[in-house]
T-cell receptor, first 111, second 109 residues
Framework: DAGITQSPRYKITETGRQVTLMCHQT?????MFWYRQDLGHGLRLIYY???????DKGEVPDGYVVSRSKTENFPLTLESATRSQTSVYFC??????????FGQGTRLTVV | GQSLEQPSEVTAVEGAIVQINCTYQ??????LSWYQQHDGGAPTFLSY????GLEETGRFSSFLSRSDSYGYLLLQELQMKDSASYFC??????????FGAGTQVVVTP
């Protein structure tokens, strides 16, 4: 299916575990982004990528790792999950920095 | 760095007009975007302004004044389905797309 998909949609994990959230887009967009959304904070940028093998930190990168070996994939890894990382995570992609297309989100709960 | 300010909530009745303001501070300006997000859903793109003036798309319009570092989203003929959060967003020169905290629009009958 064309578009941008995130998996899993829901995840419960324990404190200290490593978790990887997947993001896949079929448009060959150059830009990809990871955001977290918490009540009262809107969308906060975690990491972004301007192209394959080019990534950079956003506003709240601590505790997260990304990679982008292929244009279409942009996984986000929580190296050692903490309760403060409980959030809704959105992946997005775009051809320029004017319009971003969002995935449906991953609701992550760290217990 | 960049910062964006927008009101947290606006309430209006069906059929009314709502204006959501956004003021921004950026090291370089590359345009102002607006997104809509319904509860439980993903943000969706509404509009983009790179130049001063008004852009109209159906019932929604977006305005930009670069000299005032200010823009707004105008929602006309409000409908119940317009109840959602609305975000302004700006990119920087490196492509980072940063969002405001969002404005919740509540439409009442």
């Amino acid at each position: 299916d064309a578009g941008i998909t995130q998996s899993p949609r829901y995840k419960i994990t324990e404190t200290g575990r490593q978790v990887t959230l997947m993001c896949h887009q079929t448009w060959s967009h150059s830009y990809m982004f990871w955001y977290r959304q918490d009540l009262g904070h809107g969308l906060r940028l975690i990491y972004y990528s301007a192209a394959a093998d080019i990534t950079d930190k956003g506003e709240v990168p601590d505790g997260y790792v990304v990679s982008r070996s292929k244009t279409e994939n942009f996984p986000l890894t929580l190296e050692s999950a903490t309760r403060s990382q409980t959030s809704v995570y959105f992946c997005a992609s775009g051809t320029e920095n004017t319009e971003a297309f969002f995935g449906q989100g991953t609701r992550l709960t760290v217990v | 760095g960049q910062s964006l300010e927008q009101p947290s909530e606006v309430t209006a009745v069906e059929g009314a007009i709502v204006q959501i303001n956004c003021t921004y501070q950026t090291s370089g300006f590359y345009g102002l975007s607006w997104y809509q997000q319904h509860d439980g859903g993903a943000p969706t793109f509404l509009s983009y302004n790179a130049l001063d003036g008004l852009e109209e798309t159906g019932r929604f319009s977006s305005f930009l004044s670069r000299s005032d570092s200010y823009g707004y989203l105008l929602l006309q003929e409000l409908q119940m389905k317009d109840s959602a959060s609305y975000f302004c967003a700006v990119p920087d020169s490196w492509g980072k797309l940063q969002f405001g905290a969002g404005t919740q629009v509540v439409v009442t009958p």
